[in-house]
């Protein structure tokens, strides 16, 4: 089976559907948190509620008779900060209990091993690496996850590298070049364009010159070298 996505359908997930045992109280709970109301409807024994956390493409429904009736609670559905600080610190102004900061022992959701939960930041302040959690009324698990710079590869959309002119691109190689060049000096012997790309889609995508050499240290660290271990 292929995994070129290229001449795929598109697909994106759109909404997740969980049950609750009062439909009031926990519309009133994600409504606090300041997500956006888009659908309250109810008929007969059915009613559909929809709301979207801010600035997301996703959503969640519940209500009744809009899952089956032996539907449990929904575990580590996942919510993307790129401040993790900021958002608990949001949550709990708005009445939510909050766990503390913590990472996984052995990796982002890996709960195989035991005590997987262990406090604190990740150690090496690693994008996708640090977390919070909290439950709604109902016990439906949240987690948030701070994903501060993507890996190249995990954006659908790269219209905006199509944008740049010659003349553009020339200068961002060159400027590339003199921020890779300390890396090179410090480094052991590498493969300049692993370097480079995660740098230019950095940049192109609107990081600063140090956010975007911050990414291409993380993305050799984590990918490059990690493969190569």
Same mark, same amino acid.
């Given at each position: 089976?292929?995994?070129?996505?290229?001449?795929?359908?598109? &697909?994106?997930?759109?909404?997740?559907?969980?049950?609750?045992?009062?439909?009031?109280?926990?519309?009133?709970?994600?409504?606090?948190?300041?997500?956006?109301?888009?659908?309250?409807?109810?008929?007969?024994?059915?009613?559909?509620?929809?709301?979207?956390?801010?600035?997301?493409?996703?959503?969640?429904?519940?209500?009744?008779?809009?899952?089956?009736?032996?539907?449990?609670?929904?575990?580590?559905?996942?919510?993307?900060?790129?401040?993790?600080?900021?958002?608990?610190?949001?949550?709990?102004?708005?009445?939510?209990?909050? +766990?503390?900061?913590?990472?996984?022992?052995?990796?982002?959701?890996?709960?195989?091993?035991?005590?997987?939960?262990?406090?604190?930041?990740?150690?090496?302040?690693?994008?996708?690496?640090?977390?919070? +959690?909290?439950?709604?009324?109902?016990?439906?698990?949240?987690?948030?996850?701070?994903?501060?710079?993507?890996?190249?590869?995990?954006?659908?959309?790269?219209?905006?590298?199509?944008?740049?002119?010659?003349?553009?691109?020339?200068?961002?190689?060159?400027?590339?070049?003199?921020?890779?060049?300390?890396?090179?000096?410090?480094?052991?012997?590498?493969?300049?364009?692993?370097?480079?790309?995660?740098?230019?889609?950095?940049?192109?995508?609107?990081?600063?010159?140090?956010?975007?050499?911050?990414?291409?240290?993380?993305? &050799?660290?984590?990918?490059?070298?990690?493969?190569?271990?």
């Amino acid at each position: 089976m292929s995994s070129n996505h290229v001449n795929s359908p598109n &697909m994106k997930l759109e909404v997740v559907v969980f049950s609750v045992s009062d439909v009031d109280r926990t519309k009133a709970f994600y409504e606090n948190l300041g997500w956006r109301l888009d659908i309250d409807i109810a008929a007969g024994d059915y009613r559909n509620v929809h709301l979207t956390p801010p600035n997301s493409e996703a959503s969640i429904i519940f209500g009744k008779g809009v899952t089956p009736n032996n539907s449990s609670s929904a575990q580590n559905l996942v919510l993307a900060v790129d401040d993790l600080d900021a958002a608990r610190k949001d949550l709990i102004d708005r009445g939510v209990n909050v +766990s503390e900061i913590f990472h996984y022992a052995g990796g982002p959701f890996n709960n195989a091993v035991e005590n997987p939960r262990i406090s604190g930041r990740d150690p090496q302040g690693r994008s996708y690496f640090s977390f919070a +959690s909290f439950e709604d009324p109902d016990g439906n698990l949240w987690l948030l996850q701070e994903i501060t710079t993507r890996l190249p590869g995990r954006l659908w959309d790269s219209t905006p590298s199509q944008n740049v002119d010659v003349a553009t691109l020339a200068t961002l190689l060159r400027e590339t070049a003199e921020h890779h060049d300390p890396y090179e000096k410090t480094h052991a012997k590498h493969n300049w364009w692993d370097w480079y790309a995660p740098y230019l889609s950095a940049r192109q995508k609107g990081s600063s010159s140090e956010e975007a050499a911050a990414a291409a240290d993380r993305y &050799m660290e984590e990918v490059v070298y990690a493969l190569s271990r």
